[in-house]
């Protein structure tokens, strides 16, 4: 696998039309995977119009939601995590969908980006830590891989687990106090709403690995850490699983962890959030301003 070349919408080599301010040694580069024709020609996807901007609200600049990552098995440092996540191998991939369904099924690099149909999408992204972000995601809903498995009435949670490898993450190596690999999980309803998608791309183009390449899941209405990326294990299960965050400090990060700008976290507010484009300040939406898709999950 390569690393690709400089990430634009419907990247290819640079061209001619390259801005010159792109080329500059100190200006960071974005690096996608190198992946079949087949997967690249998948991007762009058409946007769909139910989620075709974010009212008033500007689309995060690329350069900037690609510099500044949550991704701790990259280490702690946003402004480090896509340099760190370079050395991540995303090709090959496998998806092993496995637990209470009726077709379980191994996805590989090609059935993540070809199975089922690929979409844009304008969400918000909210980090649990009072800083937030727009972007346009492209991605397949998980209703329809749902759709595929056939889960098992028993079913009633999602688990998803990410890769371990330390030998290719330098968080995993370092930060021995945390319960690597990565875990999150969903309710099945939750997992089934129109909302939740699996993301493969970003921005036009197949998922740099700081994004979670090759695949991810996008819950817009919760704290992007149920977002988990690079997932390598989904799991339907009867009983509610343990997460990450939540083993970690429960007090702090519940299972559900919808985005509430009235329950702050112990350390701070959740009443406002930072917009890292423009660096304003601005009020937190309860569920991330996607209550009318979602609020019903909870009544």
Not at 122 to 136: F, K, L
């Amino acid at each position: 696998m390569g690393l690709g070349t400089i990430a634009t919408v419907g990247a290819g080599p640079i061209a001619a039309c390259v801005d010159e301010e792109d080329l500059k040694e100190d200006k960071p580069k974005i690096f996608t995977p190198d992946y079949s024709d087949d997967i690249e020609d998948q991007y762009p996807a058409e946007r769909n119009p139910a989620f075709a901007d974010v009212p008033d609200r500007e689309v995060t600049p690329e350069d900037i939601a690609a510099h500044y990552n949550n991704f701790y098995e990259f280490g702690t440092d946003k402004t480090k995590v896509w340099e760190n996540a370079q050395t991540l191998v995303t090709d090959p991939w496998t998806v092993k969908v496995t637990g209470l369904v009726h077709n379980p099924i191994t996805l590989d690099l090609d059935d993540i980006h070809l199975k089922f149909p690929l979409e844009e999408r304008m969400y918000r992204h909210r980090c649990v830590e009072a800083w937030s972000m727009v972007m346009p995601w492209t991605g397949f809903r998980m209703r329809d891989l749902l759709d595929f498995v056939q889960p098992m009435q028993s079913a009633k949670y999602v688990r998803f687990v990410s890769f371990f490898r330390p030998s290719e993450a330098v968080g995993q190596r370092e930060l021995t106090n945390y319960d690597w690999p990565y875990y999150e999980a969903l309710t099945i309803r939750e997992a089934a709403n129109e909302l939740t998608l699996m993301g493969t791309g970003i921005f036009g183009h197949i998922n740099p690995t700081q994004h979670g390449a090759p695949i991810r899941i996008h819950t817009p209405w919760k704290y992007g850490y149920k977002s988990i990326k690079s997932i390598v294990t989904i799991e339907f299960v009867e009983e509610q699983p343990e997460t990450f965050w939540h083993h970690q400090w429960a007090e702090a990060y519940d299972f559900v962890s919808n985005v509430d700008p009235s329950k702050p976290h112990p350390n701070w507010s959740q009443a406002t959030e930072r917009d890292i484009g423009t660096d304003e300040e601005i009020p937190t939406l309860k569920y991330n301003g996607y209550g009318e898709w979602v609020a019903d999950l909870y009544e």
